[in-house]
Structure formats: structure tokens, C-alpha cells
């Protein structure tokens, strides 16, 4: 996971973009976009947590505390496993 590459979705693609390009990644298709990653498991990754972002974004949030909300919360996750 590359937190660069989800700023750099979420800031340029409309959730409308992000979908098509998780959905794309999860039937084994390419994605209507570049997305960065070493495979598609980790494009996935990033398409989703941009999704997170843009959708906060989208419901009125700023665009840099979305994403450190987002990736606290990843973060969180990480080390209660």
C-alpha cells in the first residue's frame, strides 16, 4: 500500500471512476485508469481507500483530513491484528 498513489486517485478521479476501476480489478480486467501497484491486489487496495477518501470528500470533508482519517484508520486496523 502506497499512501501517494490513494492521494493522487482520490484527488483526480470522481467516485464514479474509482467504482469502475474496483470493479474492473475485481473481475480480472483492467481498470478504466492507470492505477499504480506491483499487482492487482495491491491496485485494489489503493482503488478502495481512494474510494473512502473521495466519498468523504464528496460529503463535504477536506480533502487532507479525509486522508489522514483514512489512513488512521487503516493504521488502527494494522496494529489491533
Do not use: Y
Amino acid at each position: 500500500m502506497k499512501a501517494p498513489v490513494i492521494r493522487k486517485l482520490s484527488r483526480a478521479h470522481d467516485a464514479a471512476t474509482l467504482a469502475a476501476c474496483a470493479e474492473a480489478l475485481m473481475g480480472g480486467a483492467a481498470p478504466p485508469v492507470e492505477v499504480e501497484g506491483e499487482d492487482d491486489g495491491e491496485r485494489l487496495t489503493h482503488v478502495m481507500l481512494a474510494q473512502r477518501v473521495r466519498a468523504a470528500v464528496d460529503g463535504g470533508a477536506d480533502a487532507g483530513d479525509a486522508f489522514r482519517e483514512v489512513m488512521s484508520s487503516v493504521r488502527d486496523v494494522l496494529t489491533d491484528g
